[in-house]
């Protein structure tokens, strides 16, 4: 399991709810946790390692040593969000050395699905809220830099632009 790079079409793609709660299941969450601990992520969705399911996982410590704090959210959805908003810095692994201001909501209600299919209605804040939402946006193919303000845009468009070449010449090599 590796992580899809921007720009691939792999991450705008729609996802399909999780239906199954199984050994497969479990054994991709696994490995999802895995690649993002290997990566430095703090968080990850399943579309970042090709798979077109409503799936995330994070762990706002990004440290495998705190696996109590790891979070698998299938079938996610928002019940509630404030209105209070406040802007943070983000990253994400599908954008290498990419980071900008995202404005989000400071809380959110959410309801989904564990691992054997039970649904659970989860009050999350500050960072875990950002991470979350964050990841959310990866299962409607929304990316970060979609929500950056004029001005960060501007400044991460030569990075985007080395990405989007990188991605063509390894589609040429493959
Ligand atoms: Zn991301």
Redesign the pocket.
């Known amino acids: 399991m590796d992580i899809v790079l921007y720009p691939d079409p792999r991450l705008r793609r729609k996802t399909a709810p999780i239906e199954n709660f199984d050994q497969e299941l479990a054994d991709i969450v696994r490995a999802m946790f895995e690649v993002m601990y290997r990566t430095k992520g703090v968080g990850l969705?399943a579309p970042?390692v090709g798979l077109s399911l409503k799936l995330l996982v994070y762990n706002p410590e990004g440290d495998p040593a705190k696996s109590e704090q790891e979070r698998v959210l299938a079938n996610p959805r928002i019940l509630r969000r404030s209105r209070n908003k406040e802007f943070g810095e983000e990253g994400?692994?599908?954008f290498p050395g990419i980071f900008g201001q995202v404005e989000r909501p400071l809380e959110v209600t959410v309801e989904a699905q564990d691992l054997n299919g039970e649904k659970h209605q989860l009050e999350l804040k500050d960072w875990d809220a950002r991470i979350f939402l964050?990841?959310l946006d990866?299962l409607d193919g929304i990316l970060?830099v979609d929500r950056f303000q004029p001005g960060d845009k501007v400044r991460v468009k030569p990075q985007l632009t080395d990405l989007e070449a990188q991605f063509r010449a390894s589609r040429a090599s493959s």
């Open positions: 969705a970042q994400c692994l599908s964050h990841e990866h970060f």
